[in-house]
């Protein structure tokens, strides 16, 4: 699903850290070594078909790197 984030993302949190993150091994072969989290926080996002949507939005960060797979999980609206 494509979107793009409009604004600010609000309370954001890390939920998993390291060895947690059942993706890890592969985070580290495309993005390279990191410290990895994985956190969740919720913002306002502008989806393919032009409507703009809250929801609940993870993703995987690293020091260093950045943010990376950003996920909707759900809607807040």
Do not use: N, S
């Amino acid at each position: 699903m494509y979107f793009e984030i409009c604004g600010e993302i609000a309370d954001a949190e890390t939920f998993a850290v390291g060895a947690a993150i059942r993706d890890l091994r592969q985070l580290r072969k495309v993005y390279g070594p990191g410290r990895w989290r994985k956190r969740k926080g919720i913002a306002e996002v502008r989806l393919a078909d032009g409507i703009i949507r809250v929801v609940e939005l993870h993703w995987y960060e690293a020091t260093g790197i950045g943010k990376k797979e950003f996920k909707i999980k759900r809607f807040l609206d």
